[in-house]
């Protein structure tokens, strides 16, 4: 009797669990901790079922992957998987990140570039890799010359990078590997040669990493530590400094706020890898600091081309030693302190050209990886703003606006799709107006090529 009991009792819950699954799947009425966009994001193509998908397996797969897809408590479940692979046999789930010695992770890209991986799909050689560089320099020192006929200073700031600083740590099947050459530092090399302003902060940080009170990168993180981040503003203004006549204030650090909860910045590894428990850490710094000796200090306007090493700087009181900044990511979107062209797409807003030439300081900010994309084509988009001042473009835009304003059922969609964005008709408009713009260039610049 007792044994039906215990049957009756496991067999209840049992059944109370895979309810429970069924039901989360279906409502996710118990709210969980999205998983990071590494593991969450799974692409389900639809597959019908036909004698054809089924011999071939691609019907069982995608059921397979709607069932996974839609399983409740999901990311509960991958976060056990992720927590044993990692605990018990060292295994990380997400292959864009790497586990080194001491707890350190790398992530892919990086280790990449120290290998040269990177280099030679881009390349083939080191020796087309140098030759490059040397065009881009070329170009480089044109670009100079343009933004000085405009009063504008130029300055590159060479980004370190995590194996770059920390190689001892590397994942041992990356260290024999190294590349005996970096593009980083041939790029430093012709820059001093040609007397262009820079920063090296590439090879600065492998020199003070044994004598710098904290970590310059966390064990969970792949940009330089928010520790770092004042000295590096400071830097950046210091130079500034030297190249221009302008009177900028200094960076002072209030309190270096030793602390385990890491920012995102600095625990962004972690986060990627999605386990069930937080990895046991060391206190870092989340300093604390602000602008000194800003009464009667110039306030020039900045323009900022770069990677995403730069976000801990816009987001910090760096900016406001500048009247007016603009960071143009990858050269592709703006982030600006004014708020009409914030996160916008440059191929889709009129001013790139005016912005550019209001600048009076324009800095380029990359790590070692994205030189093998030297400056994300900045150097040949800005002496293209320079030479038309970006009127053809705007012209040509504005045209393909009056097009569509003569077609009711072409401005139909337009007013539908602009209830649907949730934005004004006018700027829809120019939103399709550039789009249709940068398809007609597009398929110009392919009938061109030879």
Not at 138 to 150: A, F, K, P
Not at 267 to 277: A, N
Not at 329 to 354: C, D, H, M, V
Request: hydrophobic share 35%.
């Amino acid at each position: 009797m007792n044994k039906q009991r215990h049957h009756i009792i496991q067999f209840v819950c049992i059944t109370a669990l895979l309810a429970a699954i069924v039901l989360q799947g279906f409502t996710g009425i118990v709210k969980m901790k999205p998983l990071s966009p590494y593991t969450s994001n799974i692409v389900v193509e639809k597959q019908d079922l036909s004698f054809k998908t089924y011999l071939d397996g691609s019907y069982q797969e995608y059921l397979a992957q709607q069932a996974r897809k839609s399983t409740g408590f999901r990311e509960f479940f991958s976060r056990c998987y992720n927590q044993v692979a990692y605990s018990c046999f060292g295994k990380i789930a997400n292959e864009n990140v790497y586990k080194g010695s001491r707890h350190e992770l790398y992530l892919k890209g990086a280790l990449d570039d120290i290998t040269g991986k990177l280099l030679v799909n881009k390349y083939g050689n080191v020796e087309n890799a140098k030759a490059d560089a040397r065009k881009n320099v070329e170009e480089t020192l044109i670009l100079i010359d343009s933004l000085r006929q405009h009063g504008t200073q130029f300055l590159f700031v060479f980004c370190p990078t995590k194996t770059a600083v920390y190689p001892e740590t590397m994942p041992e099947a990356f260290k024999d590997s190294i590349l005996d050459f970096s593009l980083a530092e041939y790029y430093i090399e012709l820059f001093k040669e040609n007397d262009i302003p820079h920063i090296d902060f590439y090879n600065y940080f492998k020199t003070i990493k044994d004598t710098f009170p904290y970590r310059l990168y966390t064990r969970t993180g792949s940009h330089w530590s928010e520790a770092t981040i004042p000295f590096v503003a400071d830097s950046i203004l210091r130079k500034i400094e030297t190249l221009t006549d302008y009177r900028l204030p200094s960076v002072e650090v209030i309190d270096p706020n030793l602390s385990r909860d890491y920012s995102d910045q600095d625990g962004e590894l972690e986060t990627h890898i999605d386990l069930l428990l937080p990895l046991c850490k060391p206190k870092v710094s989340r300093p604390v600091f602000t602008l000194q000796d800003t009464i009667g200090k110039d306030r020039p306007n900045l323009l900022v081309v770069g990677d995403g090493y730069f976000t801990p700087l816009q987001g910090s009181c760096f900016v406001n030693a500048f009247k007016q900044w603009d960071f143009w990511l990858y050269n592709q979107t703006s982030i600006s302190s004014r708020p009409e062209l914030n996160w916008k797409y440059l191929n889709q807003l009129f001013g790139t050209a005016e912005t550019l030439k209001q600048a009076d300081i324009v800095i380029a900010l990359y790590t070692s990886n994205y030189l093998l994309n030297y400056m994300s084509g900045f150097t040949q988009s800005a002496l293209e703003l320079y030479a038309n001042g970006g009127t053809q473009e705007q012209e040509a835009i504005r045209s393909i606006m009056e097009s569509i304003k003569k077609d009711p059922e072409w401005f139909g969609v337009i007013q539908q799709q602009a209830r649907e964005r949730g934005i004004s008709v006018e700027e829809n408009l120019r939103l399709n107006a550039a789009y249709v713009f940068q398809m007609q260039k597009n398929e110009q610049d392919n009938n061109n090529q030879p």
